[in-house]
């Protein structure tokens, strides 16, 4: 009993693990104090062809880097422990390919693929290579993700199926017009082209409309900022006013700071990328096909890091909160949301979910769908209540009425455990 209960904590303590080929075997890493929401064990297989192994050890060299970089307190061990019987756990299965070895069908991959809402599958291809010709029947249905240059441009699709990272990515640039509006448009193109949403104020905002309104408004649905540090960034009042919003609301920042450029305050030199001279074109306004690639890519780990970063400290502060009141039976589901009885009166459960932006559409829809059927458990949204149009605030409303889930701003987190612990009819 004694040594499933340390399996138990030992699982609890590394949730996320990574299995990879190596040699004839496979081997396993372990990670500790990551933002997940439920234990993960993501499986990365590769075609029959040295070009397929070597690739997949690349890949899951990339997600080992990527792990760590989320947090400087991530621990890595090694070696896989077994799972306490009913503990929810997330497999996710990564097929590397090498573009020209087909991969055959097998008991594995129809299993897994057989395996329901808990096993998901993400076959890899370079560019250029065509699905049908190269997966197994079983993986046919299953969209392929691909990379141009190295498989490394994919780590982010892993972490975003592992619920690692945001499955929608969003990002503000925040620029002044007539320093950087060439930087910006291919900023723009880039990052679109990577599936980013990417708010560009010259493009995204629709005439007649109310200007910093919107601008607040389309800060409160991003994860994360980024601004080009040119000389006169500072002259422009709207860029003043977008970085005070990005602080006060704990949006992460990265800088883009070229030569000659002012550094904008309150902001450490480790989320500032420079950009040089040598970067740019002959006409110096935009960026050269391998400094965009590199730029890109730390606008990519740094957005993973950023909503990974907040989204555990919600959820780390709501499990403190409650444990301070007596809450202690707490578990956390494949969704994320994480379930709780009221110390006082044990049959009141809730079920809690917490999101670094915006209360939205799915957010309530998933919510909804763990509590059917209503009144118990009561379900509840922790997220930023930030400046928004009107509009969108009665939209909110509006869907909180509807589905019966109700929100609740993120700094009331010690108030609603206080609730939750007294068993208290939320509203």
Known sequence: MAE?????????????EVELPEGSGTRVWRYGKLPATTAVRVRIVAADSDEARRLAAELGDGLDQALKETSPEVERADGAVASPAGETVLHVLVVVGDGVTPIPESPFLTG????????LVLPLLPRDAVPPALLPESLSLFNAGFWTDRIGEQVDAVLALAGLAPEERRIFVSYR???????????????????????LDRVSIEPGVQFQRRLFDELAERAMVVILETKGILDSRWVVDELNFAKKYELGRLALHPDGGTMVPLLDDEFR?????????????????????????????????????????????????????????????????????????PEQRYVVAVTPRLAELDD????????????????????????????????????????????????????????????????
Not at 4 to 16: G, H, S
Not at 369 to 394: D, K, N, S, W, Y
């Open 4 to 16: 499933a209960t340390e399996e138990a904590r030992e699982r609890a303590d590394f949730p996320v």
């Open 112 to 119: 897994w693929a057989a395996g329901g809402d808990d096993h």
């Open 177 to 199: 017009q007539k320093e950087a509006r060439e930087l910006a448009d291919q900023l723009f193109e880039a990052l679109s082209w990577r599936h980013f949403d990417v708010f």
């Open 273 to 345: 990328e420079a950009v040089p001279e040598a970067d740019f074109d002959g006409e110096g306004k935009r960026l050269t096909a391998a400094a965009l690639k590199r730029v890109v890519r730390r606008i990519v780990r740094e957005h993973t890091r950023a909503h990974a970063r907040r989204t555990y400290a919600l959820r780390a502060d709501l499990r403190e909160a409650l444990a301070r009141f007596g809450v202690a039976d707490v578990r956390v589901d494949a969704n994320g949301h994480l379930h709780a009885r009221s110390a006082a009166s």
């Open 364 to 427: 309530f829809r998933r919510a909804h769908g763990t509590c059917e059927p209503e009144p118990c458990p009561t379900g509840v949204i922790v997220a930023p209540t930030l400046p928004g149009e009107p509009a969108r605030l009665q939209r909110t409303e509006w869907l909180a009425k509807r589905s019966g889930i109700k929100v609740r701003d993120a700094g009331q987190i010690v108030a609603l455990a206080e609730e939750i612990a007294r068993g208290a009819a939320l509203t």
